[in-house]
Each structure stands twice: as C-alpha cells, then as structure tokens.
C-alpha cells in the first residue's frame, strides 16, 4: 500500500537547475534510508544520491558530487533533491527509493531499496 511519489521534474536548460521532491503515500512505514537513482535512455538504473536519517549521513555519485543536494524529513517521509548546474548528461528517470533497514553497504545499491518511486523525467537542453 506504501507508494512514494516524485515531483518536480522537467526542462531546463543546461546550467540550470531543478529541485525533486518525493513523499510517501498510501500508508505509513519507517526508513533508514531514502535515495535517489536515475536511469537515461538506454543505459542502466545509477545511484545518485542518498540519505541516511541516523546522524543524516549523505551520500552522492561522483558524477553529481558538489551539483546536487539531497536534504529531507525523517518524520514526514520525503526526500528532496536540489540538482545545479544541470548537464545534458543529467537527462533521466529520476526514482526516489527508501529502505527500511538498509545497511551502510546497501546504500548505493538497488538491493538496498525496499520502496520504489514513479519516475519523474528530467531533460537537460544544450
């Protein structure tokens, strides 16, 4: 019954940026972890970013280190993305996930998600 929901996705132009947003919906559940993977035409689902709500540990691919912020709120389920400085690379499907228990080696992983978001397209212009 537990879903999660993405926003915020869209087009912008190269240099700009988008802020996703991700809450839970049709129940109530509990997670160490919520995260963001993204999957381009043709390519595999990757890790983007995570947070994990003990000590609100971030984590980021380093191919979006130093341009996106994740941030959220533990008691409310959601989770947030704030993409800069967008790239024509950053074109995706962007999932939000979340995990109930995910230990810290699971955090960049797809095994490590119980939960998974609608997708939500972001296309970068040139």
């Known amino acids: 019954q537990v879903q999660l929901q993405a926003s915020g996705g869209g087009l912008v132009q190269a240099g700009g940026s988008l802020r996703l947003s991700c809450a839970a919906s049709?129940?109530?559940?509990?997670?160490?972890?919520m995260s963001w993977f993204r999957q381009a035409p043709g390519k595999e689902r990757e890790f983007v970013a995570a947070i994990r709500w003990s000590g609100g540990r971030l984590y980021y691919a380093d191919s979006v280190k130093g341009r996106f912020t994740i941030s959220g709120d533990n008691a409310k389920n959601t989770v947030f993305l704030l993409m800069n400085s967008l790239k024509p690379e950053d074109t995706a499907v962007y999932y939000c996930a979340a995990g109930v228990r995910t230990i810290l080696g699971m955090v960049r992983s797809s095994d490590g998600v119980d939960y998974w978001g609608k997708g939500t397209q972001v296309t970068v212009s040139s």
């Open positions: 049709g129940g109530t559940f509990s997670s160490n972890t």
